[in-house]
Protein backbone atom coordinates (compact mmCIF):
# COMPACT_ATOMS: atom_id res chain seq x y z
CA UNK A 1 0.00 0.00 0.00
CA UNK A 2 1.35 3.60 -0.60
CA UNK A 3 0.54 5.85 1.88
CA UNK A 4 0.53 9.94 1.87
CA UNK A 5 0.15 12.22 4.04
CA UNK A 6 -0.87 16.06 4.27
CA UNK A 7 -2.51 18.57 6.24
CA UNK A 8 0.37 19.75 8.23
CA UNK A 9 1.42 23.77 8.72
CA UNK A 10 2.14 26.16 10.70
CA UNK A 11 -0.75 27.07 13.58
CA UNK A 12 -0.51 29.12 16.79
CA UNK A 13 -0.19 27.88 20.18
CA UNK A 14 -3.87 26.11 20.96
CA UNK A 15 -4.80 25.80 17.39
CA UNK A 16 -6.12 22.78 15.53
CA UNK A 17 -4.70 21.16 12.65
CA UNK A 18 -6.22 17.76 10.96
CA UNK A 19 -3.72 15.14 9.09
CA UNK A 20 -5.08 13.20 6.51
CA UNK A 21 -3.54 10.05 5.42
CA UNK A 22 -4.89 8.98 2.04
CA UNK A 23 -4.09 5.15 0.64
CA UNK A 24 -3.72 3.39 -2.75
CA UNK A 25 -3.32 -0.23 -3.07
CA UNK A 26 -4.11 -3.16 -1.69
CA UNK A 27 -7.52 -3.12 0.74
CA UNK A 28 -7.19 -0.33 3.40
CA UNK A 29 -9.30 -1.95 5.83
CA UNK A 30 -6.62 -5.40 6.10
CA UNK A 31 -4.20 -2.46 7.36
CA UNK A 32 -3.77 -0.99 10.98
CA UNK A 33 -3.08 2.28 11.14
CA UNK A 34 -1.16 4.80 12.68
CA UNK A 35 0.37 8.43 13.09
CA UNK A 36 4.19 8.55 14.21
CA UNK A 37 6.09 11.64 14.37
CA UNK A 38 9.62 13.19 14.80
CA UNK A 39 11.31 16.14 15.95
CA UNK A 40 14.82 17.49 15.05
CA UNK A 41 17.33 15.52 17.23
CA UNK A 42 14.62 12.73 18.30
CA UNK A 43 13.19 9.38 18.06
CA UNK A 44 10.77 9.05 15.67
CA UNK A 45 7.49 8.30 18.66
CA UNK A 46 3.94 6.70 18.17
CA UNK A 47 1.04 9.48 18.82
CA UNK A 48 -1.76 7.43 17.76
CA UNK A 49 -3.18 3.93 16.48
CA UNK A 50 -6.15 3.13 15.00
CA UNK A 51 -7.68 -0.58 14.40
CA UNK A 52 -8.75 -2.13 10.84
CA UNK A 53 -12.56 -1.49 11.94
CA UNK A 54 -11.56 1.82 13.58
CA UNK A 55 -13.40 0.60 16.56
CA UNK A 56 -10.64 0.96 18.94
CA UNK A 57 -7.87 3.38 19.11
CA UNK A 58 -4.68 3.84 21.36
CA UNK A 59 -3.28 7.29 21.92
CA UNK A 60 0.52 8.29 23.60
CA UNK A 61 -0.40 9.81 26.95
CA UNK A 62 0.73 13.38 25.77
CA UNK A 63 -1.61 13.74 23.04
CA UNK A 64 -4.28 12.14 25.00
CA UNK A 65 -7.30 14.48 25.07
CA UNK A 66 -6.00 16.80 22.61
CA UNK A 67 -5.82 14.30 19.54
CA UNK A 68 -8.13 12.23 17.79
CA UNK A 69 -7.46 9.32 15.10
CA UNK A 70 -10.31 8.03 12.74
CA UNK A 71 -10.54 6.14 9.53
CA UNK A 72 -12.74 6.10 6.16
CA UNK A 73 -12.20 2.83 4.76
CA UNK A 74 -14.23 3.88 1.72
CA UNK A 75 -12.32 6.44 1.32
CA UNK A 76 -9.01 4.50 1.88
CA UNK A 77 -8.25 7.67 4.11
CA UNK A 78 -7.15 7.95 7.93
CA UNK A 79 -7.41 11.31 9.61
CA UNK A 80 -5.58 12.39 13.18
CA UNK A 81 -7.12 15.65 14.51
CA UNK A 82 -5.18 17.57 16.40
CA UNK A 83 -6.40 20.27 18.61
CA UNK A 84 -4.87 22.69 21.63
CA UNK A 85 -1.89 21.86 19.90
CA UNK A 86 1.63 22.92 21.83
CA UNK A 87 4.92 23.97 20.71
CA UNK A 88 5.80 20.36 21.76
CA UNK A 89 3.84 18.82 18.90
CA UNK A 90 6.19 20.55 16.18
CA UNK A 91 7.33 17.09 14.62
CA UNK A 92 7.29 15.65 11.16
CA UNK A 93 4.03 13.59 11.28
CA UNK A 94 3.96 10.22 9.47
CA UNK A 95 1.28 8.02 8.94
CA UNK A 96 2.12 3.90 8.73
CA UNK A 97 -0.18 0.74 7.67
CA UNK A 98 0.55 -2.57 9.40
CA UNK A 99 -0.24 -6.02 8.90
CA UNK A 100 1.45 -7.46 11.34
CA UNK A 101 -1.14 -7.40 13.90
CA UNK A 102 -5.04 -6.94 14.46
CA UNK A 103 -3.48 -5.41 17.65
CA UNK A 104 -3.00 -1.53 17.51
CA UNK A 105 1.11 -1.59 17.73
CA UNK A 106 3.13 1.60 18.89
CA UNK A 107 6.67 0.63 17.76
CA UNK A 108 8.31 1.59 14.33
CA UNK A 109 9.33 -1.86 13.95
CA UNK A 110 5.06 -3.20 13.72
CA UNK A 111 4.74 -1.20 10.70
CA UNK A 112 6.14 -2.02 7.18
CA UNK A 113 4.63 1.00 5.02
CA UNK A 114 5.51 5.01 5.82
CA UNK A 115 3.73 7.87 4.06
CA UNK A 116 6.59 10.51 3.22
CA UNK A 117 5.34 12.72 6.53
CA UNK A 118 3.82 15.98 6.66
CA UNK A 119 5.64 18.93 8.83
CA UNK A 120 3.27 20.32 11.69
CA UNK A 121 4.57 23.45 13.33
CA UNK A 122 3.61 25.04 16.86
CA UNK A 123 4.49 28.61 17.54
CA UNK A 124 4.61 29.98 20.91
Known amino acids: VQLQACGGGLVQAGGSLRLSCAASGRTFSSYVMGWFRQAPGKEREFVAG????????KFADSVKGRFTISRDNAKMTAYLQMNSLKPEDTAVYYC??????????????????WGQGTQVTVSS
Open 96 to 113: AASTMSTAIITTTQGYGN
Open 50 to 57: ISRSGGSS
